[in-house]
């Protein structure tokens, strides 16, 4: 039989494209293209970025780097899968090779950086499952590119320990500063632990800029300052304990990126709480929530504190059975006893009474525990008394009235005071006390 040999060149053909198609031999990449030929990164919104378009006609593994006059590759994707589709990006000269440079004698992690001025090669290659590859490729300009980075120098945290307890002592605070060389797109400051747990997520803390602190608007150029504490002064818990890394990062406009690094460790974190122990104080002679108290004599109570938090709590004296005239208040017994740690300080927890015509808010202060009930520590040659965690201490004193309440003088009250922090129980057991003659 003859066959025609028109018939016979068509059959090869079409089965030559079958097994060009089917058998997985056509190209891997298509419609390739980059445009505009010629970019200037440096956000001036003229030619700023080039657009990348390709497809992937199958299963492939693609990178896309542009390659220098010295020969040098500068990968903007690295070995990404990639499933078959079209694709299409925008490229402003950024590039992610991240490397260290030492400022101010400490190491800088520039993270992303715009590729200076020059002609580049661009290449896109594709690999697909069997080891097959097609590289694709062309060339681009950048001109005028925006390459300084937004360094930060003298990234400093201060102390390296940190005891988010609101104690008062000088552990409580963390200050962050840094001077920024250049404006920033977004600027921050956060901690992650040192040693996460594996399969757990990151956890990142982030530290709020303190405009107080700075001497620039967020972002700017200049010195930036951030005070730390831990959350504890928006009664959040702080950080678990442990090691942390301090994170500086900043981005400008046009991608340039840098990162800088501190250590943290974090102890005795924890937002302090106690409580007067079932909201009541013992008040000595009372009767239907009436004291009577002959002029010269004392109005006397015991009451009970409760550690109720995580962390120990610091106190001071004056010291539980102290005793007050009415005529002082602690500033004037501090004086009196020539007792420098008797008057107010930051973070000192004290036990209170206070009544309804004072003009200074609970007078009459003691610690809230008998020294046998705290623990005594040694900080910066000081002794320093903590009511621990779970622990109780007992409270007792007296007020003697060397002279009459002013008028209209009636209601008495306890308070448990976390000082130049807040009240933390106010209005406890409200009596009313009759001061009369002798």
């Known amino acids: 039989m003859r066959v025609n040999a028109r018939f016979l060149c068509f059959l090869f053909a079409a089965v030559a494209t079958f097994a060009l198609t089917g058998c997985g031999l056509a190209p891997i990449l298509s419609d390739v293209r980059v445009a505009p030929a010629v970019i200037s990164p440096n956000a001036d919104g003229t030619d700023d970025v080039a657009h990348i378009n390709y497809r992937i006609n199958r299963l492939a593994t693609v990178s896309i780097y542009f390659v220098d006059a010295e020969g ?3 990968y903007f994707r690295r070995e990404q899968r990639r499933s078959p589709g079209k694709y299409d990006v925008y490229w402003g000269g950024v590039i992610n090779d991240p490397r260290v440079r030492v400022v101010d004698g400490k190491p800088m992690l520039v993270e992303s950086q715009v590729l200076p001025d020059g002609l580049y090669t661009w290449v896109i290659e594709a690999v697909d499952d069997a080891g097959r590859s097609q590289a694709v490729q062309g060339q681009i300009t950048i001109r005028d590119a925006d390459t300084t980075l937004p360094e930060l120098h003298n990234f400093t ?9 609101q104690d008062g002592l000088r552990d409580d605070r963390v200050a962050v500063s840094y001077y920024l060389t250049k404006k920033a797109e977004r600027a921050q ?4 632990p040192a040693n996460p747990q594996p399969g757990q997520p990151l956890l990142k803390y982030p530290v709020a800029e303190k405009p107080s602190a700075s001497t620039v608007e967020p972002g700017a150029a200049g010195y930036h300052g951030y005070d730390y504490d831990g959350g504890v002064d928006l009664n959040a818990e702080p950080p678990p304990d442990g090691d942390y890394i301090v994170y500086g990062e900043a981005e ?3 991608g340039n990126r840098v990162v800088v690094s501190a250590t943290l460790t974090i102890q005795e974190g924890g937002k302090p709480r106690a409580e007067v122990a079932g909201g009541e ?10 004291v009577g108290v002959p002029l010269g004599q004392s109005l006397c109570f015991t009451a009970t504190i409760v550690n109720i938090g995580p962390v120990p709590i610091r106190t001071a004296g004056p010291w539980p059975g102290q005793k007050y005239k009415f005529s002082q208040n602690y500033n004037a017994l501090a004086a009196a006893q020539g007792e420098e740690s008797w008057y107010q300080q930051a973070g000192i927890w004290r036990f209170g009474v206070n009544f309804d015509t004072t003009g200074v808010d609970f007078p009459f202060r003691w610690a809230i525990g008998r020294k046998e009930d705290l623990e005594e520590r040694i900080i910066d040659g000081r002794p320093q008394y903590y009511l621990l965690p779970g622990k109780r201490g007992q409270v007792s004193g007296c007020i003697e009235f060397d002279q009459k309440p002013p008028v209209g003088t009636n209601f ?7 000082e130049f922090v807040q009240v933390v129980n106010n209005d406890i057991d409200r009596i009313s006390v009759a001061v009369g003659a002798p």
């Open 281 to 290: 104080i013992d008040w000595q002679g009372e009767m239907n929530r009436v």
């Open 412 to 418: 008495w009250w306890g308070g448990l005071i976390h």
């Open 252 to 254: 400008d406009r046009v």
């Open 157 to 165: 945290v201060i102390p390296a320990v940190f005891r988010p307890n």
């Open 72 to 74: 040098g590759r500068h």
């Open 189 to 192: 400051v956060y901690l992650v």
